[in-house]
């Protein structure tokens, strides 16, 4: 047996092969069951006489292992006699480094919970002819869940043989399955394997050939270890072979991982560089982003200032066109005030002068009346006194013609009078008129002056409300344009301490 290619493997193949003069001791070893490489204690059974074994009944695992047994292998021929107990066996090496190796890394991928299943195996080792071949299965298993079960079962008529009985029956060569079995193992359909999970995760380049390299290094330390328990010529050139073809699967898996693993580091450095490059392009671009920003925040201050300036400006200037419009709103209301007062002033003087002249007026006429009514009366006397004397039997003709005299002078008088009563009548009405019309025309001239005045008065308050109302729009303007300004500032300055994070 070549130790180089079984590696740790060689020392089962020297334990098998040990003649042991002593009973054996519980021992150690390590098979696959379900899939897992476990380690098991078993206690070997005693040298038995005839086909009764000495097995305590307790023990399960012996009688367990019989069974499985029993359908592979012949029963060997019973000795004449029994012999004397053996010799204690050596104490068991320790499990190979292959094996702790397959065990960590079943291990860890029980801790990952991997997905990915192993792929079958491409190739079998065919059985080697003659009485002698051995089951393609227990060389090189699959890694369908029924080739893992079956494994441990195919190992275990070897692995379970106590060693006393290699050395009661050496000769004794391995049964080849028998015909059932073998027919059963070629037409057995192999396992599906199972569907993908939807939330399965998607692995790497990497990850798969880990897997992969794992997967044949578990069939490679497999296949050492069912070489390591093999006996015979034809079982230990086919498991030799299974071992070479292993190694080699475990080489390419191992490169193909090599291979993968450059590609990622390329592919990573790639990364690096493009990350770096694009880092590189967008400092750039933030340092230019930043230039353009402390330039746009300058020109944007010294735009707030005179925006600032010309708000402060259009505000003052709001402000006193709105002091002159109040103030020349003020002045028309205090010249209404004023012209209204004047108009009534004037009127009352008017009236107060042309009741004046009225009752002049009135009063002259009334002594003229008065002047007309004493001449009537003295004529009215001087004919009463003419007409008694005329009426006389015998009337003085010298009073006669005195009284006729006196009656034609008091006649001139009292016409005079009369006269002088109609001219001071008409006079006073003349006088009254005019003094109607004076009054009315000083009212109605300090009516117009006042409405005059009062419209000049407010057409200067009206020009000076327009001019307020104008100003106050254009600072409305400018506080409008100074915001804009600040928020157009604010914006800039939030995109500056932006690119500062």
Request: charged share 30%; no cysteine.
């Amino acid at each position: 047996m070549d130790a180089s290619l079984l590696g740790g493997s060689a020392a089962f193949a020297e334990d098998a092969v040990t003649p042991v003069a002593e009973a054996p001791a519980p021992e150690t070893k390590t098979v696959l069951k379900k899939g897992k490489f476990v380690t098991v204690k078993e206690t070997p059974k005693k040298p038995r006489a005839a086909k009764k074994t000495a097995a305590p009944k307790k023990e399960a695992a012996p009688r367990k292992a019989k069974k499985e047994a029993a359908p592979t292998k012949a029963a060997a021929p019973a000795p004449a006699a029994p012999e004397p107990p053996p010799a204690p066996p050596a104490p068991p090496p320790p499990p190979p480094p292959e094996v702790l190796a397959a065990l960590d890394t079943i291990k860890a991928q029980k801790a990952k919970k991997a997905v990915v299943k192993p792929p079958p195996p491409t190739s079998a080792v065919a059985p080697a002819p003659g009485p002698k071949a051995i089951d393609p299965k227990a060389v090189a298993p699959a890694a369908t869940p029924a080739a893992a079960k079956a494994a441990p079962k195919a190992a275990a008529p070897k692995a379970a043989t106590p060693a006393p009985q290699a050395a009661a029956a050496p000769k004794a060569a391995p049964n080849p399955p028998s015909p059932k079995a073998a027919a059963s193992a070629k037409t057995a359909p192999k396992a599906a394997a199972p569907a993908p999970s939807p939330k399965a995760k998607k692995l790497s380049a990497v990850e798969s050939a880990e897997l992969e390299l794992k997967a044949a290094q578990t069939k490679a330390t497999q296949a050492k270890l069912v070489a390591g328990n093999a006996k015979g010529k034809a079982a230990t050139e086919a498991s030799l072979k299974a071992v070479k073809q292993a190694s080699e699967a475990e080489a390419k898996a191992s490169d193909k991982l090599t291979k993968a693993k450059a590609a990622d580091a390329k592919l990573k450095a790639q990364a690096r560089a493009a990350e770096a490059k694009a880092k590189e392009i967008a400092l750039k671009q933030r340092v230019s982003q930043r230039a353009s920003l402390n330039d746009a925040i300058k020109k944007s201050k010294a735009d707030r200032d005179t925006a600032a300036k010309s708000a402060s400006a259009a505000g003052n200037v709001a402000s006193a066109a709105s002091t002159e419009a109040v103030k020349e709103e003020n002045a028309v209301k205090s010249l209404k005030k004023e012209s209204d007062a004047n108009v009534a002033k004037v009127t009352k003087e008017a009236a107060a002068k042309l009741a004046q002249v009225s009752k002049e007026e009135a009063d002259k006429v009334a002594g003229a009346k008065k002047a007309d009514a004493a001449a009537a009366k003295v004529l009215a006397n001087s004919k009463a006194k003419l007409e008694a004397e005329s009426g006389k039997k015998k009337p003085d003709a010298k009073k006669m013609a005195k009284l006729k005299n006196d009656v034609r002078e008091k006649a001139e008088k009292a016409k005079a009078a009369a006269s002088k009563a109609a001219a001071a009548t008409r006079d006073a009405e003349a006088k009254v008129a005019k003094a109607k019309k004076d009054s009315a025309g000083q009212v109605e001239k300090a009516s117009k002056a006042a409405a005059n005045s009062l419209s000049k008065q407010s057409k200067v308050a009206a020009t000076k409300a327009e001019k307020a109302k104008e100003a106050s729009g254009k600072a409305t303007a400018a506080k409008k344009a100074l915001a804009d300004v600040d928020a157009k500032l604010a914006t800039l300055q939030k995109e500056l301490a932006g690119l500062s994070k």
